[in-house]
Nanobody, 125 residues
Framework: QVQLVESGGDSVQAGGSLRLSCAASGLTINNYRVAWFRQVPLKEREGVACIDRFGNPKYVDSVKGRFTLSKENARNTLYLQMNSLKPEDTAMYYC???????????????????WGQGTQVTVSS
């Protein structure tokens, strides 16, 4: 059974940085598409970034140049490095996995079948 566990969320000031982690068990994360999404209360879950099994990342425009995805195969973990954080980045952040092995990825929630429980990021101005 696939399990995704996020960590690293915290409260920071605008301009600060955080690194979120998504530790996977039950499969090898490097073989599949993985992604980060975020959600604030009363709004739909929003895609942030994704990466395919070949290491090709994709970012939504609002985080390009500020957020970076990486994977550590030895720890079976996906990371999201978030720099220059803004108050509008405040949200619950979720890790998700799509068992597709095809190249490319989409930051569309419906494409991902496995989800973590989330980690809260709060950015104050």
């Amino acid at each position: 059974q696939v399990q995704l566990v996020e960590s690293g969320g915290d409260s920071v000031q605008a301009g600060g940085s955080l690194r979120l982690s998504c530790a996977a068990s039950g499969l090898t994360i490097n073989n599949y598409r993985v992604a980060w999404f975020r959600q604030v209360p009363l709004k739909e879950r929003e895609g942030v970034a994704c990466i395919d099994r070949f290491g090709n990342p994709k970012y939504v425009d609002s985080v390009k140049g500020r957020f970076t995805l990486s994977k550590e195969n030895a720890r079976n973990t996906l990371y999201l490095q978030m720099n220059s954080l803004k108050p509008e980045d405040t949200a619950m952040y979720y890790c998700a996995l799509d068992r597709s092995t095809n190249p490319g990825c989409r930051v569309v929630a419906g494409a991902y079948g496995s989800w973590g429980q989330g980690t809260q990021v709060t950015v104050s101005s």
